[in-house]
């Protein structure tokens, strides 16, 4: 938390100390889901301070990211919203790893067995991805699974993804038509 406010307040000098702080959170990744939370925050603040120079430090983060968002099984709301948040907070910084993340969000509101909450979260994450980054490559994977959704009972889910897909439809112009039927 401490080293969070820090970055706050040094801003973009946090540079010269970036390759020591990546691999601490690499190493505490596991620890804990309150660990996670709080470098979660950390990851966060490092990528607003430093924005497109964060990049190149993704790569090393992502994963662990996206392992813990397929091995909770306990979905408790916490950790997978944060990730999730985290995500947003990258924004085109980690549009070339759009290959990683945008699967496992769609596999986290496919899953029925996940809580109302997550699979609602995790489509709002890729409504919101949708704006910021291109995710044209990844539309017939998200519009066939929005498309469940939409199928089904739950007004709450079929209202987000209903959002998620004007959304899609936004970005795709023209070439969402593939997607009408």
């Known amino acids: 938390n401490q080293m969070a406010i820090l970055v706050n307040i040094v801003r973009q000098h946090i540079r010269a100390f970036l ?12 620890a804990s889901y309150q660990v996670q939370a709080t470098i979660l925050s950390l990851v966060e603040a490092i990528a607003k301070s430093l924005e497109g120079e964060f990049k190149k430090y993704l790569a ?8 813990t968002l397929e091995k909770d099984t306990t979905m408790r709301r916490q950790p997978s919203e944060k990730i999730l948040h985290t995500f947003l907070i990258f924004g ?6 759009m290959h990683l993340i945008v699967p496992s969000i ?10 109302q909450s997550i699979r609602k979260s995790a489509i709002e994450t890729l409504t919101k991805l949708s704006r910021q980054v291109n995710v044209s490559d990844f539309a017939s994977l998200m519009v066939h699974s929005l498309s469940r959704v939409v199928a ?6 079929r209202q987000a993804a209903m959002d998620c897909i004007c959304a899609l ?3 795709l112009g023209q070439d969402f038509n593939h997607y009408i039927h």
Do not use: A
């Open 19 to 30: 390759p020591e702080i990546i691999e601490v959170v690499r190493e505490f990744w596991e």
């Open 60 to 67: 090393g983060l992502i994963p662990p990211m996206l392992d």
């Open 92 to 97: 085109t910084s980690g549009e070339e790893y």
């Open 106 to 115: 769609v596999r986290l509101f496919d899953r029925t067995q996940n809580p």
């Open 152 to 157: 089904g009972t739950d007004r709450v889910l």
């Open 169 to 171: 439809i936004f970005q």
